[in-house]
T-cell receptor
């Protein structure tokens, strides 16, 4: 089955700096790669996603890159703000399957 | 984005009783829904994949007789925790996937179960 590895598990940055979170996956059938932000006790919220026919996608301060050959994808947050502090999950989805990374706790220090 | 509603948001029950959690896609039809369990400060652990009109597919280590899943319609899936015990206390969350090969995944609000 699919295996998703996410790094780092914790990340602390200064406000205004960039944050990068990386994930690797194993199943070549996975074709959809979303990123979610989860605040304590709340549901994960989709923040950006990328499909396997695209290499990069950007939405304001957030960007995602995908390398299908190497089976890895990354989340980039620029100009971080304290409200970006949360747990971020990557996921790899294929037909009838969803596998999540273990999450990254991002702390943005003011 | 699409809306997925989960109910109840929290429930407290006595050991030995059964608890049903509902997951509804409010503005789209979901042929596939997923059920997860999440422990504090940990990731989402996939429990099972719920397919409309057929039996759920359970992940290894998840007892299908304890966690009954029913997906009777394209907008509703239910998870019943049978004969609940304190170790079943957790945050249970569902998600529903939009139709299509690369359909987006949306989450319910989650249900916090506490078994006394």
């Amino acid at each position: 089955g699919e295996n998703v590895e996410q790094h780092p598990s914790t990340l602390s940055v200064q406000e205004g700096d960039s944050a990068v979170i990386k994930c690797t996956y194993s199943d070549s059938a996975s074709n959809y790669f979303p990123w979610y932000k989860q605040e304590l006790g709340k549901r994960p919220q989709l923040i950006i996603d990328i499909r396997s026919n695209v290499g990069e996608k950007k939405d304001q301060r957030i960007a995602v890159t995908l390398n299908k050959t190497a089976k890895h994808f990354s989340l980039h947050i620029t100009e971080t703000q304290p409200e970006d502090s949360a747990v971020y999950f990557c996921a790899a989805l294929g037909p009838g399957k969803s596998t999540f990374g273990d999450g990254t706790t991002l702390t943005v220090k003011p | 984005g699409a809306v997925v509603s989960q109910h109840p948001s929290w429930v407290i029950c006595k050991s030995g009783t059964s608890v049903k959690i509902e997951c509804r896609s409010l503005d789209f039809q979901a042929t596939t829904m997923f059920w997860y369990r999440q422990f504090p400060k940990q990731s989402l652990m996939l429990m099972a994949t719920s397919n409309e009109g057929s039996k759920a597919t359970y992940e290894q280590g998840v007892e299908k007789d304890k966690f009954l899943i029913n997906h009777a319609s394209l907008t509703l899936s239910t998870l019943t925790v049978t004969s609940a015990h304190p170790e079943d206390s957790s945050f249970y969350i569902c998600s529903a996937r939009l139709a299509g090969v690369t359909g987006e995944l949306f989450f319910g609000e989650g249900s916090r179960l506490t078994v006394l």
